[in-house]
């Protein structure tokens, strides 16, 4: 496994892909956040807080994690390697873990330099240090599971198709129906409180309140392995 997450993440720094992913996720944030007058604005809301980025942080995974995940058994299918790869003296598992990590790896290393924004927040309190570190803690521990989810779903639709573009449409998709598409349904019925619990959003809501439950980790590990679990079954019957 580790000899596949080694290769997978060393992959991704041999070629600009996790530059551009490191690169667009912060000029994102940092324009929305510091530099457009907007909503977002952390200098224009008047309080320290980083919650604009946390509910920034999502929709911009929503995009760049497929991005990510989209070449992960595409290319092996495409090129032939898949064959190769499955000759090798390790399990399936250890394959799809060995991938999975290498690209949540890449997403861990594009949310460490937005650790400076918690520094600024400190400095802009009043007095300094004023702010809530509970709800900044539990939104970036709600950050890591959500981000774990969306890889699991972007490896999954990796298998689907040997076309990386048809597989980094069907993780925006997927992701985009789990992550909003209860919630949104949930409107249609009154704010259908059991069609929310169901969706990512609602237990992505509650980790970053600061409140670490059980049930919702439970749920996101649950998800991520149910669809590391799919992957799994995709690449024993290819």
Known sequence: MFAILKKE???FFAS???YVVIGVFLLLNGLFLWVFKNDFNILNAGFADLNAFFFLAPW??????????MKSFADEYNSGTI???KT???SSWMIVL??????LLLVLSALVPTLTY???IFKLGNPIGNFDIGSIIGSYIGLFFLASTYTAIGLFTSTLSKNQIIAFILGIVLSFILYYGFDATANLFDQNTTLQQIG???HYKSISLGVIDTRDLLYFSSITAFFLFLTKKRLEHE
């Open 60 to 69: 911009i995974f929503l995009f760049l994690i497929p991005a990510i995940t």
């Open 98 to 103: 060995g991938k999975f990590l290498a690209a």
């Open 16 to 18: 600009p892909m996790a």
């Open 118 to 120: 918690v520094l600024t």
């Open 88 to 90: 090798k003296p390790i």
């Open 200 to 202: 990512l959003h609602a």
């Open 83 to 85: 064959e190769l790869l």
């Open 9 to 11: 993440f060393n992959s």
